[in-house]
């Protein structure tokens, strides 16, 4: 049982980290990434750290890598970069990839899933979406998505301050149905409050989802108690 807790990705910048990634696989050189994606872009990009294997659903080998780009603004400076050495082309992973990043294969069927957040902060409102996905080529393609966000940077500064709320999710990986494969536990915790520092829960949702033929499932009544109880 594999349990990964938002707050605690989000508090260690966990940017880039693999689960049982093959350490004898030999990735490019920044020097290489940074060469194929001037081919094809004249935007500047900073490789942050040494690119992170993933296998794309055809199998094919390929990397991802943070980055960043001084020449945007805001959010945008941040971004993760997919890398196919194959074809030696470099692109930008997609929205739903563009911040931290943890490649895991959970069907352990040589496919990578990759669990990412994407940020954004807004005039004293922080906003994001944590997602599942696969690379299908180019294409992130979303197997399960879950926002969260919060007014703090707004909140309790005095009687007319909005009221405080912060919503954050927590997944749990564990194999609800003995079928050998890891499922996904989903906490939904809504917070409210007069200050941040007062904040109290309001409001626990727990839905749990089999993973089925790349596919996250909702499960049924059973389950759904059954994973009330794993922590």
């Not at 260690?12 to 980290?17: E, F, I, N, S």
């Not at 500047?44 to 990397?63: C, F, G, H, M, Q």
């Not at 926002?147 to 703090?152: I, M």
């Amino acid at each position: 049982m594999h349990k990964v807790n938002l707050l605690l990705v989000l508090s260690l910048a966990w940017v880039g980290t693999t689960v049982a990634a093959d350490t004898t696989l030999h990735p490019p050189q920044k020097q290489d990434v940074q060469a194929w994606w001037n081919l094809h872009s004249s935007d500047t990009v900073e490789i942050n750290e040494d690119p992170a294997p993933v296998y794309l659903r055809s199998k094919e080998l390929a990397y991802l890598a943070a980055a960043n780009f001084p020449g945007r603004s805001g959010d945008a400076q941040r971004q993760v970069l997919l890398i196919r050495p194959d074809l030696q082309e470099v692109r930008e992973a997609g929205e739903a990839v563009r911040d931290n990043f943890v490649v895991l294969d959970i069907a352990e069927d040589g496919v990578n899933e990759v669990m990412a957040l994407a940020t954004h902060s807004e005039q004293g409102e922080f906003k994001g979406e944590r997602s599942i996905v696969q690379f299908d080529g180019w294409n992130a393609v979303i197997l399960h998505q879950a926002v969260f966000g919060d007014n703090l940077g707004v909140c309790g500064y005095g009687p007319d301050s909005p009221k405080c709320f912060e919503n954050s999710v927590e997944w749990i990986f564990s194999d609800l149905d003995q079928d050998g494969v890891d499922d996904l536990i989903e906490k939904l915790v809504k917070s409210t409050g007069p200050s941040e520092d007062r904040l109290h829960m309001t409001q626990l949702k727990t839905q749990a989802y089999l993973f089925k033929n790349n596919t996250f499932v909702k499960t049924g009544i059973a389950l759904t108690r059954k994973a009330r109880n794993i922590r």
